[in-house]
């Protein structure tokens, strides 16, 4: 079925047009056309608007035509990632991090709200790391009409603020995670990272230092994170590159006293971590601990391993005795897996030996510490020495762990062996949430920016355990993904604005079911400006 015109010529000579409509049939085989309606006089029906009224009614019985036509009504002015934002913010509320800013605002006689301007760098740091001045820009493609009117300053003023009530935060998370995770606060592990600088940084902060990142040549600062035996971060320090890990747990020690009412603390930390001394300050201070033993720089560490005693099954993979000496108790930790791996890279390396010593190679042997324990100097001749091979023997699988506290030699082992939830905070501190590269230069926002990086943490962690308690294995870094495919969508409709968000995808569902959070509606009606 179709329109065509009809044209009839007027005994003066003009012409008049008429719209018929049209159908085609076969008559007889043959094809015929035969008019179905006679539509009236072109010109006539362009004047009076008949034909615009006609097409608006066919339309109505036309998906196709009507769709297309209720699109051309449609203006859809933004689309922006949505997902991110409902989840952490509802984590950031829920650990009262918005209370506590209003409460330090109120008393500070603050009167900018530094507090979006916070969250939305801690939210750039668990999606998208960047420098401030990007963040100012990342911000825009954000839905949050709270940060609509946020400039750069107002980010670089939220890191000082950050910066300068970090205390009180930290104690406010720590009574508000206390409660809400039911954590276990009667064991804290401690440990320290270093992260570096390129170009100038801050003096007096930024030191040159002892590198765990095996850079030597850049000025660095030290970051402290203590933990809960769950694995959740409870507080951070930041002390300038220089600083020596046995200082860093000395003052740890001082603020678990001052900061934090906690009726029982074990501390943990890692070899190297402590020395005699602090010990006796742990001790005098009511604490309790629980510390490596470096072995092999120890001659306690020797004569602990060499007493006679039956060792227990903790694990598999874990078998522990206690031995008391010189009234200091110890724990000997045996892995026999561990065991296996420290003969063979022994073996390895003795085997490397013995061709470098075939090879004549003497001076880069006894240039190299990993070789040099093991050999044997008498004037000129070089030999494998079998005695120090028999003697580091000894030390394989094993460890050994020093305490002042009453638990069981099994409990002891696993609360040190704890010490890993730490080095993945670090991992997650330097990699996952980019640390580094840290863009500021002077102490007071370096130490705003670290505290961006460890709230960022604290949600990330937050997060991770809610969908654990839902008993759901998703890979954390796919869940990001899906949560920013969900976007909201500003949408004008013949005048009406309206706020539409996408379809969850993929693991999306999980993360509003762990947070207690239901979907925005499909389509909401946005109130007149």
Not at 10 to 29: C, F, I, P, W
Not at 86 to 94: D, N, P
Not at 141 to 157: G, S
Not at 158 to 163: E, N, P, S, T, V
């Amino acid at each position: 079925m179709f329109v065509r015109t009809k044209v009839f010529k007027n005994k003066d000579g003009s012409a008049r047009t008429y719209l018929q409509l049209v159908t085609t049939e076969r008559v007889g085989g043959k094809v015929r056309q035969r008019v179905v309606a006679n539509l009236g006089r072109l010109d006539e029906l362009q004047d009076g608007g008949a034909i615009d009224k006609l097409i608006e009614h066919l339309a109505r019985f036309s998906k196709k035509q009507y769709i297309l036509d209720r699109v051309r009504q449609i203006e859809a002015k933004q689309a922006k990632t949505w997902g991110p934002v409902l989840i952490f913010r509802r984590l950031w509320e829920e650990l009262r991090l918005s209370a506590t800013f209003d409460h330090l605002l109120e008393k500070t006689g603050v009167e900018t709200d530094f507090e979006e301007a916070a969250f939305a760098m801690v939210l750039n740091r668990l999606l998208d790391p960047m420098s401030k001045l990007r963040v100012s820009e990342w911000v825009k493609t954000i839905y949050r009409p709270e940060w609509d009117k946020l400039e750069l300053h107002h980010f670089y003023r939220a890191l000082d603020f950050l910066a300068e009530h970090k205390i009180e935060f930290e104690q406010a998370l720590h009574a508000r995670v206390w409660d809400l995770f039911n954590l276990r606060l009667d064991l804290l592990l401690w440990d320290t990272t270093t992260t570096y600088f390129e170009g100038r940084a801050a003096e007096d902060l930024a030191e040159f230092g002892f590198s765990k990142d095996n850079r030597p040549d850049r000025v660095q600062v030290m970051i402290g994170v203590l933990l809960s035996r769950d694995g959740f971060p409870i507080a951070h320090e930041v002390f300038p590159g220089n600083t020596a890990e046995v200082d860093t747990f000395r003052q740890v020690v001082d603020k678990v006293q001052r900061h934090f009412n906690l009726r029982r603390v074990i501390l943990v930390a890692d070899r190297g971590m402590v020395s005699e001394e602090l010990l006796g300050e742990i001790e005098a201070a009511g604490l309790e601990y629980i510390v490596g033993v470096r072995m092999r720089r120890l001659k306690v560490a020797e004569e602990v391993l060499s007493r006679p005693g039956r060792y227990h099954k903790a694990n598999p993979n874990l078998w522990v005795k206690e031995v008391m000496h010189q009234g200091v108790r110890y724990i000997v930790c045996f892995n026999p897996e561990e065991k296996e791996r420290d003969r063979q890279t022994r073996e390895e390396a003795v085997g490397r030996l013995r061709d470098k010593l075939e090879a004549g190679q003497l001076r880069q042997l006894i240039g190299n510490s990993a070789y040099r324990r093991y050999l044997k100097l008498d004037g000129a001749n070089v030999s494998i020495d079998t005695e120090a091979l028999e003697h580091e023997a000894r030390y394989d699988g094993k460890y050994v762990l020093r305490t002042n506290c009453s638990l069981s030699p099994e409990e002891v082992a696993e609360s040190y062996k704890s010490l890993w939830q730490v080095e993945r905070a670090f991992r997650e501190l330097k990699s996952g949430l980019e640390l580094r590269p840290v863009y500021h230069w002077t102490e007071k926002r370096i130490r705003g920016h670290i505290m961006v990086c460890f709230l960022a943490v604290v949600l990330e962690i937050a997060l991770r355990r809610k969908i654990r308690d839902q008993g759901v294995e998703v890979r954390y870094d796919d869940l990001l993904l899906d949560l920013c495919q969900l976007k909201a969508v500003d949408l004008c409709v013949d005048g009406t604005r309206y706020l539409a968000r996408t379809e969850l995808t993929g693991c999306a569902e999980v993360a509003f079911r762990a947070v207690g959070v239901r979907p925005p509606q499909l389509v909401t009606e946005m109130p007149r400006v």
